[in-house]
């Protein structure tokens, strides 16, 4: 008979020990992570004011105010859609140019040396953002050293002033800071086609190129949609690269955030502006997943 | 066998994976010093048994004895019990001879006699020298050995040993099984041996427990489960059995007259009924080697029939002949020594076959 | 019937011209980093090493240097532990909210920095908080245990559960078993996780920036010297020295990565995937 009691037995039991397991980490990440989303969830309902003592809060009135200001004034609005706009543009951009490597490094490397080419495709990130973005800034600023480069050996005749345009730099920017985000996910979906597939196709009179139309492709799908989501979403609340690229003149959602919140003391609006963004990622994400798996099924061979 | 004492005992041992019956009402008892073996298909149960005998799993109800003492409650690190895992669990980052002598840590003994311990059950195992190998540089065969000195060392009162040939190729199965008998006369321990390989288990156990489902169908020594088993199910995981239908026409206390399709009318020992079905209708079973071809001037010693040859197959030392008996309406396989090289029959060849009534198994 | 595969000679230009995009604001540090200019510009003005050498005897950097370093080498090792928890807990156990609780865990990696930066400043100030590098520390370690947890669980799952069990049934307790078995067995992901964490915190800028209060960051400090032109150069020198020491801590982590493989005798695939 089973002497042990209930107790005794869930103590020794697999999820006590794994609910002990994960409580370190999963205390941390409570307290710090989903207290203080859940803490900016709630100011966005509150109301910008001033305390007694003169000083700015967020007074605990409830209000659907701070919603009705990012969603109906055009400032913001204008906001909303450039962020969108300027990240859709460089996901689309970055995982177009991000497919032909993966594609390279799957099927055109010997294995040997897959290691290695990923590993000189993801250094550049682990180099500082910060960095990274000054030289971009470098690169493509006026007289900087594509155009300077450029006239040195003559093909120009003075600075060029195109590529210092708020827009083309940001994404330029982000596109090469996120390209290993986008390549790695593609290699990993692209690695785990079964090659014989590819090869009964082509025994069977396909050509190259329909073969990767119709197999490869789709196959490879679920890497793309990863890739897209990693780049989409982080790219979206971007702070560093707007400031900096954009001169100023071209802030994006986390510019704002960061003006309403620690600029201007507006904590609830601030809040607001974060919840709403987060919710349209959130949104994006899912039409955009909705709409591959139907993509998906429809095509299902 | 019968005056050797207890050693692993199960009453009514059931465990549930949430709702999934696992083990449903096993019962029996392993007697010191056998070779015993859990037989069965994937997914019986046999594993998870072994299991609660180590105490890497809990039962959900019944009792489990190791050497007349209640395991409940018992953590598998103090149980007099030894296990080699299927993967054979060798640790990588160890020496060969710290592998063998991880389980003396924590005893007191001298370091000498330690060292002493593992050259002597390295010596046993076969693998005399090879204690400064690093563990991950050996082959499967020498693993396992490494894994069975890591556990004999440890003078357990069971070892149990978790399909612990599946993974080596046919050759060196079949080395290792008459190893595996040689190693368990010599330490003279108890040991119980998980497999859904009926050969194997045929070859090396005094007794076997087939299982199907979570129950023991039949538990036996080898020839009584290969000559009488108890069910068609086990006949069938067994060997192969040939199956015609019969019809029971009387019984008295301990024998039984049946007519059978191919033989004829035939009087069986109680022993060789199996089944608890009532009515008339039944099967009779026979092994392809009970049925003998009679060449020209040779009789019968006991009864015989007439056969058509349907197929040969032939297979090297043995041709698998298919038969149509007169009188039924199935093929019967029957095998044939190949004394003479080659086969001796043509299909479509009429034939006498001889055969013995203590040869067949009635089922009802 | 193979088709014969033509030397893909287009393929391979493409390849390289997006290598060379990868690498090209890389490549520009260390040439001007040792140009004789202040002006980042073609054509280039001679060598010098005086930049690396004003970069070395600027105090404020050094404090910089020395924040960063520590909040990296704090958080590396908090993200680690974290990390070992969690991924044993998700490899090995069930139990209930696993699912979630994990999700929560790795949610930093799809997050917008700056979304934890202000939802981490809004706790802060709310309960009173002062910014220093110990909450520097606390938003790092939300960025980087995702990294840590992703590695280690690779790790824990290459790891046959039997070798537990094993030593379990030789005698020995859940905790020496850790110890003697697990722990070694996991050395080399524990070793790429540190330096991987470390790597993610020294380059981080958002949180760095906006939860640091008095004390400088490395990088903030590194945004703050854009405005000096004059200043350029040296953080060009700052630059290439990072960048090194970044590509040194990977290639040494990917080295350690491997080591483990072969020990354990797994497969070296590519990278930390």
């Given at each position: 008979m089973q002497g042990s009691s209930g107790w005794a037995r869930f103590r020794r039991s697999e999820s006590a020990s794994g609910l002990s397991m994960i409580a370190p980490p999963g205390i941390y990440v409570i307290l710090l992570l989903a207290v203080p989303l859940f803490t900016v969830l709630l100011t966005s309902f509150?109301?910008?004011?001033?305390?007694?003592?003169?000083?700015?809060?967020?007074?605990?009135?409830?209000?659907?105010?701070?919603?009705?200001?990012?969603?109906?004034?055009?400032?913001?609005?204008?906001?909303?859609?450039?962020?969108?706009?300027?990240?859709?543009?460089?996901?689309?951009?970055?995982?177009?140019?991000?497919?032909?490597?993966?594609?390279?490094?799957?099927?055109?490397?010997?294995?040997?040396?897959?290691?290695?080419?990923?590993?000189?495709?993801?250094?550049?990130?682990?180099?500082?953002?910060?960095?990274?973005?000054?030289?971009?800034?470098?690169?493509?600023?006026?007289?900087?050293?594509?155009?300077?480069?450029?006239?040195?050996?003559?093909?120009?005749d003075g600075p060029m002033s195109f590529l210092t345009n708020g827009a083309v730099a940001v994404t330029v920017t982000l596109a090469h800071a996120y390209a290993p985000f986008a390549i790695l996910p593609i290699f990993v979906a692209l690695e785990k086609i079964d090659r014989s597939y590819l090869e009964a196709g082509q025994d069977l009179g396909e050509t190259k190129f329909t073969t990767f139309v119709r197999v490869t492709l789709p196959l490879s799908m679920p890497g793309v949609i990863a890739a897209v989501l990693i780049v989409f979403i982080p790219t979206v609340g971007d702070y560093v690269t707007p400031d900096l690229m954009g001169g100023g003149?071209?802030?994006?959602?986390?510019?704002?955030?960061?003006?309403?919140?620690?600029?201007?003391?507006?904590?609830?609006?601030?809040?607001?502006?974060?919840?709403?963004?987060?919710?349209?990622?959130?949104?994006?994400?899912v039409l955009f997943l909705i709409l591959n798996r139907r993509f998906l099924r429809g095509n299902s061979r | 066998m019968t005056d050797k004492?207890?050693?692993?005992?199960?009453?009514?041992?059931?465990?549930?994976?949430?709702?999934?019956?696992?083990?449903?009402?096993?019962?029996?008892?392993?007697?010191?010093?056998?070779?015993?073996?859990?037989?069965?298909?994937?997914?019986?149960?046999?594993?998870?048994?072994?299991?609660?005998?180590?105490?890497?799993?809990?039962?959900?109800?019944?009792?489990?004895?190791?050497?007349?003492?209640?395991?409940?409650?018992?953590?598998?690190?103090?149980?007099?019990?030894?296990?080699?895992?299927?993967?054979?669990?060798?640790?990588?980052?160890?020496?060969?001879?710290?592998?063998?002598?991880?389980?003396?840590?924590?005893?007191?003994m001298s370091k000498e006699d330690k060292a002493k311990a593992v050259a002597e059950a390295l010596e046993m195992v076969g693998l005399k020298g090879f204690g400064a190998r690093a563990a991950h540089a050996l082959s499967g065969g020498q693993r396992q050995r490494v894994a069975l000195a890591r556990a004999l060392i440890l003078k357990p009162q069971v070892l149990l040993l978790d399909e612990p040939l599946s993974a080596l190729d046919k050759k060196m199965r079949e080395q290792m099984q008459m190893e595996l008998i040689r190693l368990q006369r010599q330490v003279g321990i108890t040991f119980?041996?998980?497999?859904?390989?009926?050969?194997?288990?045929?070859?090396?156990?005094?007794?076997?427990?087939?299982?199907?489902?979570?129950e023991i169908a039949q538990l036996a020594d080898p020839e009584t489960l290969y000559r009488r088993p108890n069910s068609r199910k086990v006949a069938n995981f067994i060997g192969t059995m040939n199956f015609l239908p019969a019809r029971i026409l009387s019984e008295e206390a301990g024998r039984v007259e049946v007519d059978a399709q191919g033989f004829g009318r035939v009087t069986l020992d109680a022993a060789q009924c199996m089944g608890q079905g009532a009515g008339a209708e039944a099967n009779i079973g026979f092994r392809p080697e009970t049925l003998t071809i009679l060449f020209e001037g040779q009789s019968a010693q006991d009864r015989e029939s007439m056969a058509t040859v349907t197929e040969v197959v032939y297979y090297g030392d043995m041709t698998y002949y298919d038969l149509r008996l007169d009188g039924t309406e199935q093929d019967t396989r029957i095998s044939m020594r190949n004394v003479f090289g080659r086969p001796v029959l043509d299909i479509g060849t009429r034939t006498r076959v001889a055969w013995s009534p203590g040869a067949l198994v009635l089922f009802r | 019937m193979k088709t014969v595969q033509r030397k893909p000679w287009g393929h391979r230009a493409y390849a390289i011209a997006y290598l060379i995009f990868l690498y090209a604001p890389i490549i520009l540090l260390p040439v001007f980093a040792f140009n004789n200019s202040v002006i980042l510009a073609f054509p280039l003005e001679g060598f010098t090493t005086k930049w690396f050498g004003e970069m070395w005897a600027d105090q404020q950097m050094f404090n910089a240097l020395r924040n960063s370093v520590t909040v990296a080498f704090s958080s590396a090792a908090i993200s680690t532990i974290l990390?070992?928890?969690?991924?044993?807990?998700?490899?090995?156990?069930?139990?209930?909210?696993?699912?979630?609780?994990?999700?929560?865990?790795?949610?930093?990696?799809?997050?917008?920095?700056?979304?934890?930066?202000?939802?981490?400043?809004?706790?802060?100030?709310?309960?009173?908080?002062?910014?220093?590098?110990?909450?520097?520390?606390l938003g790092h370690?939300?960025?980087?245990?995702?990294?840590?947890?992703?590695?280690?669980?690779?790790?824990?799952?290459?790891?046959?559960?039997?070798?537990?069990?094993?030593?379990?049934?030789?005698?020995?307790?859940?905790s020496s078993t850790f110890r003697l078995i697990i722990l070694p067995l996991v050395m080399p992901g524990i070793v790429a996780s540190f330096l991987i964490c470390f790597t993610v915190s020294l380059d981080e800028f958002i949180i760095s920036y906006f939860l640091s209060g008095t004390e400088p960051m490395l990088s903030a400090y590194i945004y703050g010297q854009f405005r000096f032109p004059a200043n350029v150069p040296k953080v060009m020198a700052l630059g290439t020295i990072l960048v090194l020491l970044s590509v040194g801590l990977l290639a040494l982590a990917e080295f350690y990565r491997r080591r483990g493989m072969a020990r354990t005798g797994g497969k070296a695939s590519g990278g930390f995937l």
């Open positions: 509150y109301t910008d004011g001033v305390t007694e003592t003169g000083a700015k809060a967020a007074l605990p009135i409830l209000t659907f105010e701070n919603y009705a200001e990012v969603w109906t004034k055009p400032i913001y609005r204008v906001l909303m859609w450039r962020s969108l706009l300027i990240s859709l543009s460089v996901t689309c951009i970055t995982v177009l140019l991000a497919y032909p490597i993966a594609y390279f490094v799957s099927f055109h490397v010997a294995p040997s040396k897959k290691s290695l080419w990923l590993f000189l495709i993801t250094i550049p990130f682990w180099t500082s953002y910060i960095i990274r973005v000054f030289l971009w800034k470098v690169v493509l600023g006026y007289n900087g050293v594509f155009s300077s480069g450029l006239e040195m050996v003559g093909i120009t003149k071209l802030p994006l959602i986390a510019n704002a955030i960061e003006t309403q919140m620690l600029k201007l003391q507006h904590r609830a609006l601030g809040s607001a502006m974060a919840v709403s963004a987060m919710a349209i990622v959130a949104l994006v994400t | 004492p207890v050693m692993i005992a199960f009453q009514d041992v059931h465990k549930y994976y949430g709702d999934y019956h696992a083990l449903r009402g096993i019962t029996a008892t392993i007697r010191a010093g056998e070779f015993f073996s859990l037989l069965g298909p994937s997914g019986c149960g046999k594993t998870t048994l072994l299991r609660t005998i180590a105490g890497f799993e809990d039962i959900s109800s019944g009792v489990v004895m190791i050497d007349g003492k209640d395991m409940a409650g018992v953590p598998a690190n103090v149980r007099p019990t030894n296990m080699v895992f299927q993967s054979y669990a060798i640790f990588p980052h160890l020496t060969v001879e710290q592998n063998v002598g991880f389980g003396l840590r924590r005893d007191p119980i041996l998980v497999t859904h390989d009926q050969e194997e288990a045929l070859v090396m156990s005094d007794r076997i427990a087939v299982m199907f489902e979570g | 990390g070992l928890f969690a991924a044993r807990a998700s490899t090995r156990f069930r139990f209930p909210g696993k699912g979630p609780v994990v999700a929560l865990v790795m949610l930093p990696l799809v997050l917008p920095e700056m979304i934890l930066a202000m939802s981490l400043l809004v706790l802060f100030l709310s309960v009173g908080v002062n910014l220093s590098i110990l909450t520097v520390i370690v939300l960025v980087t245990t995702p990294f840590a947890v992703a590695i280690l669980t690779s790790a824990f799952q290459s790891l046959d559960r039997s070798l537990e069990e094993a030593a379990y049934d030789l005698g020995e307790t859940p």
